[in-house]
């Protein structure tokens, strides 16, 4: 059965804390995205990255930073939570020439 | 740049009544299109997709999608609904092999199944 995790489900960070959100995937799969989900907004990207060491900005990535130092691992990491990244957090990863998208189960982050 | 609006934000349906939900998508090149799901508190699962080939596209649980390029639509419907269907349903779009697997999504559409 592929998995898709993160690591955690629920979080509670405070205004200006460093908060990292990891996401694994065993698909041996090139493509890694993080997305935010706020109601009546859908999805939107953050950033995605194409391999090891590789990252791409996507929409909204103000605010935003990854890490991918494996090709099974993407980190997404707030420096300083703010109270407006309060929301559902979003792992995807797809294989190359593949669109099709396979998603983690999210992790909704709080900042009080 | 490629862009999909979800008509409606939320529908209401009666349990074996069918249903519609409308997605638009604007595009200069050839797209692909998905349609996913998601269950309260779980991440996102694919409906069905449209690559290529015919433009009736059959997907789990009994739901359907038509492309219609001239009308630029890839409506997601389903004869007769069932309470567990009741889900969040989102509709994407991929401009193929340029893009790089990268997926432009729509607002959403909370269906809601009364009994």
């Known amino acids: 059965d592929v998995k898709v995790t993160q690591s955690s489900r629920y979080l509670v960070k405070r205004t200006g804390e460093k908060v990292f959100l990891e996401c694994v995937q065993d698909?041996?799969?090139?493509?890694m995205f993080w997305y935010r989900q706020d109601p009546g907004l859908g999805l939107r990207l953050i950033y995605f990255?194409?391999?090891?060491?590789?990252?791409e900005k996507g929409d909204i990535p103000e605010g935003y930073s990854v890490s991918r130092e494996k090709k099974e691992r993407f980190s997404l990491i707030l420096e300083s939570a703010s109270t407006n990244q309060t929301s559902m957090y979003l792992c995807?990863?797809?294989?190359?020439?593949?669109?099709?998208?396979?998603f983690g189960p999210g992790t909704r982050l709080t900042v009080l | 740049a490629q862009s999909v609006t979800q008509l409606d934000s939320q529908v209401p349906v009666f349990e074996e009544a069918p249903v519609e939900l409308r997605c638009n998508y604007s595009?200069?090149?050839?797209?692909?299109l998905f349609w996913y799901v998601q269950y309260p508190n779980q991440g996102l699962q694919l409906l069905l997709k449209y690559l290529s080939g015919s433009t009736l596209v059959k997907g789990i649980n009994g739901f359907e999608a038509e492309f219609n390029k001239s009308q630029t639509s890839f409506h997601l419907r389903k004869p007769s609904v069932h309470i567990s269907d009741t889900a969040e349903y989102f509709c994407a779009v991929s401009e193929g092999w340029a893009s790089g697997s990268r997926l432009t999504f729509g607002e959403g559409t909370q269906l809601t199944v009364n009994p």
């Open positions: 990255s194409y391999d090891v060491k590789m990252k």
């Open positions: 995807a990863n797809a294989g190359t020439g593949d669109n099709e998208q396979f």
């Open positions: 698909m041996d799969h090139e493509n």
């Open positions: 595009s200069s090149v050839s797209v692909y």
